[in-house]
């Protein structure tokens, strides 16, 4: 048998490549799958509260000291500039969404074209938009604003084969520092993208000991956005709230464990073309340029790291390994070869049948009449003055389709019925329960079924309150959930 050749490695694009192509190609398919969630105010759990944060923050509550969160600031300032463009509407924040996918659809694109035609070039691109439904960024999660960050910043330090400069170094330093301000699990991904510039540089020439000085400036302009988030909240009189919410709270948290029985199965559509790309790297069509290839898989490594660094590791967070399945799957796309097509063909066949077996389409229109249903029946009992909402368990959005003042600054649902976070919130769980209850919301939300494991303790003050002082107002299936809504007698 004769030993795999590699594919001629492209000096220049031709002339008759239409560069509007691609973008048209990814823009079309960012559009077509994510088109189905647009306007979803359910869409999933956690952007749900991103923009509510941003929208308040719009109104004049500071994130931290007026609601509580752990995600950077970026994040919810990121929401808070789609609300004053786009208005309260999700819209606003799933187009912005849109765009970011675009965007590291065309920097995936951009980062196959030296190992691949435009042809597989451009599958692989359209295999991001495809691949992060899978794992819950469809909407606005915060995989899909800090990816296509990382992807930029992939792309300058590995762009330019002859030379990387310390400018585009320090740029794509730059790119890691904002993507750390939409969330700093993203760090490990981050010092990968510094190992790969440092290796770049002394590949160039530069010794070992004059390493140390690039590593601690890059170091510093990835923090920088962060220290400057924490100046900002400082200068606001919230620097103590933004430094315990972003990094006390972080520690404190009980973890669930990083490794669950369902994760095998949700890995495979990542797992599969990764390791199909590793096999075609090695016997169908070696890479074209090989140490490219290493730079990639290396990058893939941190995303590893960004999935596993927190101490419990939920299925969305799966998202992060999509584009490391799709650059260790590149030799797959760039191979002529009959078997590497028809992987490939097979492989989006299976993302498709994601939209349609699974009715996407049905699930969000129930989504959307569930949340329709139960905001009429909470609004005329709410207010943003005194009379408020107080969404023990269910979707947070309802405090803002129900125009509601909120009863604390605990604000996600979570952050008081789940077990896992009763020694990290900086005050007591259980008391602020109590607390809640004790101003007797005009309106309270529960589900049926808990998402995580429950505070027992905190759970039963409240079923205590709903049977003597609350009385049956509206429900609705959310999912798998019945969510109820309880009026104060």
């Known amino acids: 048998m004769s030993a795999p050749q590699a594919l001629p490695l492209a000096t220049h694009r031709t002339k008759s490549e239409a560069r509007w192509l691609a973008p048209l190609v990814l823009a079309l398919a960012v559009v077509a799958t994510r088109a189905i969630w647009l306007g979803d105010p359910a ?7 991103y923009s509510l944060i941003g929208l308040r923050w719009l109104d004049g509550a500071l994130p931290y000291a007026d609601l509580w969160d752990r995600k950077p600031a970026g994040l919810f300032a990121l929401f808070a500039m789609a609300h004053a463009v786009g208005g309260p509407s999700p819209v606003a924040y799933q187009v912005l969404a849109m765009a970011f996918t675009l965007a590291g659809s065309l920097s995936i694109y951009e ?17 991001y938009p495809l691949m992060l439904p899978l794992y819950g960024s469809h ?3 915060s995989e899909v604003f800090f990816l296509p960050l990382l992807l930029g910043a992939l792309y300058l330090v590995t762009s330019d084969r002859e030379h990387l400069s310390f400018r585009r170094a320090a740029w794509a330093m730059l790119l890691g520092g904002l993507a750390l301000q939409l969330k700093y699990t993203a760090l490990p991904a981050c010092l990968a993208l510094g190992g790969l510039a440092l290796l770049r540089f002394h590949r160039q020439g530069v010794q070992l000991d004059g390493l140390p000085k690039p590593a601690l400036l890059f170091a510093a302009i990835g923090i920088a956005p962060t220290v400057l988030a924490y100046a900002i909240f400082a200068a606001l009189g919230a620097g103590d709230a933004f430094w315990w919410a972003n990094f006390g709270s972080f520690f404190l948290r009980e973890g669930a464990g990083r490794w669950r029985g369902e994760l095998p199965i949700a890995m495979l559509p990542i797992l599969v073309p990764a390791l199909l790309g590793l096999w075609a790297a090695v016997r169908l069509a070696p890479p074209r340029d090989p140490m490219l290839y290493a730079s990639y898989a ?6 590893v790291g960004t999935v596993f660094l927190p101490g419990t ?4 967070y799966l998202a992060a390994l999509v584009p490391a399945a799709i650059v260790l799957a590149l030799p797959l796309f760039a191979s002529p070869a009959p078997l590497a097509r028809v992987s490939v063909l097979m492989l989006f066949g299976f993302y498709a049948l994601f939209y349609v077996g699974l009715d996407q389409a049905g699930k969000s229109a129930d989504r959307r009449a569930s949340v329709a249903h139960l905001s009429r029946a909470i609004a005329p009992f709410v207010d943003r003055d005194s009379e408020c909402l107080w969404i023990f368990d269910g979707p947070s959005v309802l405090y803002t389709t129900a125009d509601s003042c909120i009863a604390t600054r605990f604000v996600y649902p979570d952050h008081l019925n789940n077990a896992l976070e009763t020694d990290a919130l900086g005050v007591d769980q259980t008391g602020e329960v109590a607390r809640v209850l004790a101003t007797q919301p005009s309106v309270i939300v529960t589900a049926s079924d808990p998402l995580t494991r429950q505070n027992e303790t905190a759970g039963q003050l409240v079923r205590n309150a709903l049977q003597s002082d609350y009385e049956p107002l509206a429900s609705a299936k959310l999912g798998e959930r019945t969510i109820r809504a309880w009026r104060r007698r």
């Not at 980062?111 to 295999?127: E, F, T």
């Open 43 to 49: 869409a999933d759990y956690d952007e749900q509260l």
């Open 298 to 303: 290396l990058f893939a490594v941190g995303l």
């Open 111 to 127: 980062l196959a074209r030296p190992l691949a035609d435009r042809w597989g070039a451009l599958l692989a691109g359209i295999a």
């Open 139 to 141: 909407a606005g999660q």
């Open 313 to 316: 590791v939920y299925l969305y």
